[in-house]
Structures are given as C-alpha cells and as structure tokens.
C-alpha cells in the first residue's frame, strides 16, 4: 500500500528532496537482515513529550471549554473544576495512546551534520545512509500496513500553542529543542478499531519493523568521518551479502574523503 494521502493533517514534503539516516553498525545490520524498517513507539523515544500536546494548550483549552460552556451551546454545563478534570483527562488519554504509535525517523539532507553523527551513529564505527522523499515512498509501496508521512514542525512546549482538534497532531510536532534534527517521519497507528496493541506478541516490544524494498530505498552509504580502512571493508562485504548493492564512500568529514 502507498504512503496515505488522506485528510490527516500533516506536513506534507512539497518536494522531493534527499534525507538521511543515521545509525551505528548493529541498527544497520538488523535492516539488512529484516529487510524492513524499523518504526519505534512513541513513548520509547527520549523525548518525553513525544506524542502530546504542547503544555501552552492546557490552557487554551479550558478556556475553549469556558466560553463554549458560557455561550449556551453545550446541554452538559460543566463547572470550571470539572473542564479541568476533562482537560487533565485527554492530556493522560494522549500519553496511554503514545504506545500505539510508532514512527521512523529521518532528517532533511543540506549537508552531514557533526551533532547527528555523534548523537545516532559514531564517528568511528557509524553509517549514514541517504534516500529521498520519493525513495522512502516507492520502497513502502508493497507493505500492506497504513503509513503516513509528515515533515515535523517545532514549537516551544512552554509558550507556544500547537494546533489542536486531531488526534494526529501531536505526532507531527516536537519541542524546539530537537529542531537541529529537520525531522521528516513516517507514522504508523497500530491502535485497531479503538483496541490496544498487545505489544506481547510482537517480536520486540519497544516497536514493529515493517517490509521495505532496500535497494529502491537505499542511494548511497556513507561510511562514518573516523571510521577504519577495516569498517569500510566490512560495511561492504556485509551489504554484499544480503544482496544490497550500493555505493558506498567515506564521510566528508573524513580526511580520507
């Protein structure tokens, strides 16, 4: 099945540009060996306000309630501690939810990034490998799952209100903190007809991994700024074996780039 293009609100890319990925060696064997990707759950990721609205919403919505409850339009008149109770309450109902979605992630390609290869893969044993949009969605079109894509946008948690009335929307933000990223992220739901997913039948339970076509996905491999004539060597012999066949070249941070 495509990537869906349905009526979710989401940043679509305007265009088809390169992304990367960062990972160190055993994250990019595990590709090659699943031949999938890997989607991990929201609330395993290291942001904890992954997947929620931002903090500035709390706010804005009791005084949504208020001045809905005071215009006369709603039957049921809440009183102003009970609209915060209900306000409380879809903030929790959003953290339960973050465990039944699960996201890949990539970043926008301009140029390598010394703070993305220290903090996803290695200067001496990492791997970057680079795609595009269109890429990312050809390789994606045999799996059967329902995934979405969205750029990410970035906001302030503390001050800055997050556009409300999906249950998408969360998914599709983050804190301003993380906007060296550029994040662009599939999404997968795996919440089926309002039940949970029993993450106990699963393989791994911090996600899913899904069937991708790796060599329509994959454009070229880079190989980690520090990285030993030896890595270059074993990145390609293992890539070889699963039958990936890539160009494969150093970092230009690498001075044997």
Known sequence: MPILNDS???YSPSSDYAIVKY???????SILHKQSLFFCRLDMLEDQ???TTSNANFDFRVKWYKCFRDSGQSEDIMTDDEIIDQVKSEF???KKNKETVCVNCWNKKTEESAALWKIYSDFSKGIMIQSSISKLTNSLKATTEKI???EIYYLNYSKDIMPDGNIMLPYIHKQKAYSYEDEVRLIYET???GFNHDWSKEEVKEGIYIKTNLNEL???IVIGPYSPK???ELVKDISIKFGLNKPIRNSEFSING
């Open 23 to 29: 990972l160190d060696l055993t994250k990019f064997i």
């Open 92 to 94: 929790e109902l959003e």
């Open 148 to 150: 979405r894509l969205s």
């Open 191 to 193: 919440k089926i007809n």
């Open 230 to 232: 030896w890595f270059y």
């Open 218 to 220: 994959i454009d070229e």
């Open 49 to 51: 306000f992954e997947g």
């Open 8 to 10: 979710a609100p989401l």
